[in-house]
């Protein structure tokens, strides 16, 4: 995504802690929060991370408070069925752990498209950190023109 700011791992929860409505994509970034006794408001995660199983996160997920969702959304691609979960998570104030069966990273566009201004995105960039995202009109304009793109060339 081309917006956020990279962001040290302290500063991430700091950002979590001030903001209303949080969302998080990606299995480590998810893990961290959690490992910093925050959970999020939505969780987006397929319990993989770099090819391999995320154990840690999934033995945590049963003790978490919040709904559990289930959707399949293949790997570069946007489904309605991802999309209409991340929307109904974002309007029900209720916390979502949504399990994504696929490919989860796409999710963040989704987020950043439908949140709420002020919600505060959060995902991994493999390898450099957290990109932390405040939600506002320019980036809600953003992720909807990628998505109309990715659309066009499918």
């Known amino acids: 995504m081309p917006f956020g700011s990279l962001v040290s791992e302290e500063r991430a929860v700091e950002d ?9 994509v990606g299995d480590v970034v998810s893990l ?3 490992e910093k006794g925050e959970q999020p408001d ?27 969702v289930h959707v399949k959304n ?8 991802l999309v209409n979960a991340i929307e109904k998570a974002l309007t029900q104030g209720k916390k979502v752990k949504l399990m994504v069966e696929g490919e989860e990273d796409l ?8 949140a709420p201004f002020g919600t505060r995105l959060f995902y991994g960039l493999p390898k450099k950190g957290i990109i ?7 980036v809600r304009k953003k992720a909807r023109d990628l998505i109309d793109a990715m659309e066009e060339c499918n």
């Open 74 to 81: 293949p790997a570069g691609r946007i489904t309605p069925e």
């Open 132 to 138: 932390s995202v405040h939600v506002d009109e320019s």
């Open 32 to 34: 961290h929060m959690l």
């Open 107 to 114: 999710a963040s566009l989704v987020i950043a498209a439908l």
């Open 16 to 24: 979590l802690r001030r903001s209303e409505l949080t969302a998080t």
């Open 42 to 68: 939505l969780m987006v995660y397929d319990l993989r991370t770099e090819r391999k199983d995320m154990s840690e996160l999934e033995s945590r997920l049963p003790s978490l408070p919040g709904m559990n």
